[in-house]
């Protein structure tokens, strides 16, 4: 009766693992984005006598490689804008699957790039923005972000709508215009499937709270029409010892797969409220964080920032013939916010007394539009096969800070034996001279790049991209223009890659970036662009299990602009050089059936190099070592009680050494290394013939305390690493 049982099950398995397969396939032959295990964890092939072989089913026309496979990647739109494998592009890639991301759970898009080589978390102005350092460099607002290949000036790109995360290193304005020269981030959205898939998903925080989230896709009639709709509303107590985050979103997506053209409308609403929380703070006595519980904070309860975000994504493909395609986009993106907090200026470390006062920026607004056009296509001339991409794109990115508060200093607080409430936002008042703080950036850019497939080991690539932009940025009523900027520049990116064998490929690359230098402050002398160069080479493999690179690089940028106080009005300067070298390995994919791996280790040495006050110091938030390790083992089919199912489960650690946080003056403090482990188990079953998903995950295994990121010249602030936190999720399949 048992192995009857069994045997039921597993024709359900396997009749589910076909049918995913085949939307998959599907999916990936119209989308031009391919992928797998869409949405929720897949359901593989294991190594059971019960089990019934899975048949993979393929579509039969124009079927594309994967884009990835379990935790392995093979493909992704960002490295050069085409579909071009991993192994034929110049410069590292790493992309975050959507199967480790439905393992890990991360809830922000640092947490979800902590596994990446030299990627790390910025300063996050006190957790309400992504901010993420590549290679050394970036910052919150750097327009280092994209989402589905458009900018995004959303808080936080990491959304219950996220499918996948790609980062492209390296300088990288060839392809996609003006940015600091660590990287560009893309984070790819869930898409229309023309299968029906529909799941409902409850689940519960150890910090008190409830998520719940709804995700409803499939075809509208037969004429290649469907639709996506995904809804989430979460509400959890922060992990310190008061604050609240909710967010709420709606997503709504339309795409249409004929023959030879796609055409998909994407739509997501956020409203949010997240606490505001610049964390811990150094005594300069001991040079580490002061003595007091890492979950006490040093604010008020109205320390939050509330708003919301939507971004319209418009884009359309069409295949001229078997060479050539079209691709073409609209992008907006606009985030509205409000907030209220008690920021510290000040403290006695001998008697505790922290001076603090309470600021506000009212009506804050940022929009991006962005529009694109580009062909790809493939011509042989002289012998040799060409794969080109060239284009223009279009951004305009606003940025206004409307009312700035600033309210009288308070000395009633004392940090080791603190009593909330004493500070009230009554005695805040507008401060003309900060308010309307606007940035206002328009670029218009046009590159070609071409991949020369000198014969089956040798390609050489080579790029140039020509953009003018123009940049006004100021604040005050009445008020003042801080600098305003009209230039062209031209960028150029070349590349070579070697196949030793069609799995394992050696490159090198050269690659330059710019980003114009503007501030809202008063400028102390000219400012001319940030410019940057980057040298690279390494070494790819991708089996059909385990994809793996290594990677040596050396980035020099000059022209770095960065914030001094003088008289307690804060100025803009050029902080001259600074330079990033570093090696690093990625590997991801399957050791063996059963056993999957995701490592990474990161070596990097960066340093400004010749400021007055800043030279030979290290860059902010750049840890010189850096590695994780995250295994994952699918145990097959089990019996738990009188009901089977699927059960996986993974546990994985990650490391970095000391983290360096300056104060602007030259002034240097090296946290200590930190070490953080992760952990989950995972069971599909069926229960009463429905298809239920449950997920069990501790996060910070062992409740260690760590450091992620600093911020702020002058009083150098620390951000916390979250305690251990116990998740419990189940997902419907219906």
């Known amino acids: 009766m048992k192995k009857q049982i069994a045997g039921i099950c597993s024709v359900v398995l396997a009749h589910g693992v076909m049918a995913t397969e085949i939307a998959n396939d599907d999916t990936a032959r119209k989308t031009g984005n391919p992928t797998t295990q869409v949405g929720s964890t897949p359901k593989a092939a294991v190594t059971n006598e019960n089990v019934l072989p899975v048949i993979s089913v393929k579509a039969t026309a124009d079927s594309r490689p994967q884009a990835e496979n379990g935790y392995q990647p093979k493909r992704a739109s960002i490295a050069s804008r085409s579909d071009a494998a991993l192994i034929d592009v110049p410069q590292a890639v790493s992309v975050v699957t959507s199967q480790f991301l439905q393992d890990r759970q991360p809830g922000s898009l640092a947490d979800a790039l902590d596994t990446v080589s030299g990627v790390r978390m910025g300063n996050t102005l006190g957790g309400t923005l992504d901010a993420i350092i590549k290679r050394g460099f970036g910052d919150n607002r750097d327009n280092s972000m994209l989402r589905d290949g458009m900018l995004s000036v959303q808080p936080r790109n990491f959304t219950p709508t996220t499918e996948r995360v790609e980062v492209l290193k390296g300088p990288s304005s060839m392809l996609y215009g003006s940015m600091d020269p660590g990287g560009v981030i893309n984070v790819i959205s869930k898409k229309p499937l023309l299968e029906a898939q529909h799941s409902v998903t409850l689940s519960g925080s150890s910090y008190g709270g409830l998520n719940e989230q709804i995700d409803l896709t499939g075809p509208i009639g037969d004429s290649g029409l469907a639709y996506r709709l995904i809804a989430d509303h979460r509400r959890n107590n922060y992990w310190r010892n008061f604050g609240e985050i909710t967010q709420s979103v709606v997503a709504p997506s339309l795409a249409w797969y004929g023959r030879d053209t796609t055409l ?23 040079g580490n964080p002061v003595a007091v519980p890492k979950e006490r904070r040093f604010d008020e309860n109205y320390n939050a920032s509330a708003g919301r975000s939507d971004a319209v994504n418009l884009r359309f493909e069409h295949q001229i013939n078997q060479d050539w395609t079209v691709r073409g986009g609209y992008g907006f993106s606009r985030s509205y916010y409000n907030d209220w907090q008690a920021r510290v200026l000040s403290v006695n470390y001998a008697t505790g007394i922290a001076t603090r006062r309470v600021d506000a920026t009212q009506n804050g607004v940022q929009s991006a539009h962005t529009l694109t056009l580009n062909a790809e296509g493939k011509i042989r001339w002289g012998g040799i096969l060409h794969d080109i991409v060239g284009g223009v794109d279009y951004m305009r990115n606003y940025r206004v800070l409307g009312d700035l508060y600033r309210g009288p200093s308070n000395s009633q607080f004392n940090i080791y034996n603190p009593v909330y409430g004493q500070l009230t936002q009554a005695g805040s008042k507008i401060s003309p001279a900060d308010s309307d703080q606007t940035d206002k950036l328009i670029s218009r850019g046009v590159f070609l790049q071409d991949s020369m497939h000198l014969d089956e080991r040798w390609i050489v690539l080579a790029g140039l991209r020509y953009e003018y932009f123009n940049e006004l940025t100021g604040k005050g009523r009445p008020f003042k223009v801080g600098s ?251």
């Open 264 to 286: 998909s409308f994407a739509y997501e609403h956020m409203n949010y409220s997240v606490p505001i929380d610049r964390g811990t703070i150094i005594d300069p006595r001991t």
């Open 484 to 734: 305003e900027v009209a230039a062209g520049r031209t960028t150029p990116r070349a590349g070579v890659v070697y196949k030793l064998a069609p799995d394992w490929s050696m490159y090198a690359s050269y690659s330059e970036s710019f980003k114009p230098n503007t501030s809202i402050a008063t400028p102390i002398g000219t400012l001319p662009p940030e410019l940057a160069k980057g040298y690279e080479i390494g070494s790819k493999l991708e089996t059909d299990n385990l994809t793996a690179t290594v990677a040596v690089f050396d980035i020099q940028k000059r022209n770095i602009q960065t914030t001094e106080t003088i008289g307690g009005i804060n100025y803009t300067r050029n902080a001259g050089k600074a330079r990033s070298r570093g090696l690093e390995m990625d590997a991801s994919g399957r050791l063996t059936q059963n056993l999957s791996v995701v490592a990474s280790y990161a070596y990097t040495e960066a340093r400004y190099a010749d400021d007055p006050k800043l030279a030979g110091n290290p860059l902010p938030n750049t840890p010189k070592h850096a590695a994780s390790l995250y295994l994952t083992r699918d145990f097959g089919v089990s019996h738990v009680g009188p009901v089977e199912g699927r059960i996986r489960a993974g546990v994985g650690a990650r490391v970095f050494s000391s983290l360096p946080v300056g104060d602007g003056t030259g002034k240097v403090y090296h946290l200590p290394y930190g070490r953080v482990a992760d952990a989950f188990v995972s069971w599909d079953t069926l229960v009463a013939g429905q298809a239920i998903d449950w997920q069990f995950n501790v996060k910070n295994l062992f409740d260690s305390t760590y450091y992620t990121a600093s911020c702020c010249s002058g009083t150098p602030f620390v951000n916390i690493g979250a305690g251990r936190e116990l998740t419990l999720s189940a997902k419907l399949n219906f």
